[in-house]
């Protein structure tokens, strides 16, 4: 490659090497923004064709509720984990602590006798102080995925300690709708289903939203538009602990009781639901309405799999090498779509 005296690569070997991109991309067929979009419903639709010719009991009314009711404690986080994803924040590893805290301080203050929407209140409270700490560190300049890990042990050491191990209980107040039903769906759903729109919303739609995804894309180019990386952090985790709340509050409204033990797989369940969605894990690039597809189709490939019977170790790796099989395809699309 020829280059001028201050080693500058020359302007007609500049153009040739456009010029042979844009043949390469043509040829190639590189994908618009919405083939990931794409991609996940084919996969959802691909499972869900291969999952009714093998599992009669999957189209049953009371199994498509109970596939929607754990998409929608999954989803509800996955979603208000993405504007952390998209900031270039990657993922939260608090999040089965987040929402088992949440369940078991709003039962602890209806068991004590709070009204029901205080306590929701106190316990938002609560959890966006947990989440102003994280956000705070992490915007100081400390890795995420280490702040998120150590706040998460802490959270779960601080709630052992309290309850002792111990179930906690809503005890005399019962919580009447938990598993409240309007027009035949369960509330999670509905909740699920509002959360995801006003996600999309913001984050397509509003200044922040927009400025997340900027800082995610080049954090070099947000800084430089002068987006503040410290709010637009401390904004992705107080989304992400507003989720961990109502996704919390929720199991703990259905089941009227919870321990440290509570929703001990939920971190798990959101990342893979995040990843399978098409939300890029180094930013920049997904959507909460993508990664409540996901939460979809990982309720989907949990639910056949229990249904068939598979050991927890087989579902474990199935569920594993789902969410392997569709990174690494949006991946190459992605790499793909670079070449244009």
Do not use: C
């Amino acid at each position: 490659m020829r280059r001028d005296a201050e080693g500058v690569v020359s302007a007609p070997l500049a153009a040739s090497a456009i010029q042979l991109r844009t043949r390469i991309s043509a040829r190639l067929g590189a994908p618009r923004e919405w083939v990931p979009q794409a991609v996940v419903i084919l996969v959802v639709l691909a499972a869900l064709a291969v999952a009714v010719a093998v599992t009669p009991d999957l189209v049953t009314v009371a199994n498509i509720k109970a596939i929607l009711r754990n998409a929608a404690i999954t989803g509800i986080v996955a979603v208000a984990m993405t504007p952390m994803t998209l900031s270039g924040n990657f993922v939260s590893l608090a999040a089965s602590q987040s929402a088992m805290a949440a369940a078991i301080i709003f039962l602890a203050l209806v068991h004590d006798g709070w009204p029901q929407p205080l306590a929701i209140v106190a316990t938002m409270g609560v959890l966006a102080v947990i989440g102003a700490a994280q956000g705070l560190i992490v915007a100081a300049g400390l890795n995420p995925v280490i702040t998120t890990l150590a706040a998460g042990a802490v959270v779960y050491g601080v709630v052992a300690d309290w309850t002792n191990g111990l179930v906690v209980s809503s005890g005399t107040n019962p919580i009447s709708w938990g598993d409240l039903e309007i027009v035949g769906i369960p509330i999670e759903v509905l909740v699920f289903a509002v959360v995801t729109a006003v996600a999309t919303i913001v984050m397509s739609k509003t200044v922040i939203g927009r400025q997340t995804a900027l800082t995610g894309a080049n954090r070099a180019a947000a800084d430089l538009s002068g987006i503040r990386f410290s709010r637009v952090t401390m904004f992705v985790f107080a989304v992400f602990s507003l989720g961990a709340v109502v996704a919390g509050v929720l199991y703990g409204a259905a089941f009227n009781q919870g321990n440290i033990t509570s929703l001990s797989t939920l971190t798990v369940d959101v990342v893979a639901a995040v990843l399978v969605g098409g939300t890029a894990i180094q930013g920049g690039h997904g959507s909460p309405l993508r990664s409540a597809g996901g939460a979809l189709l990982i309720a989907l490939i949990s639910n056949i799999m229990l249904l068939n019977d598979f050991t927890t170790g087989g579902r474990l790796l199935v569920e594993g090498a789902v969410v392997v099989g569709v990174v690494v395809v949006l991946h190459l699309l992605r790499q793909l779509r670079t070449l244009r």
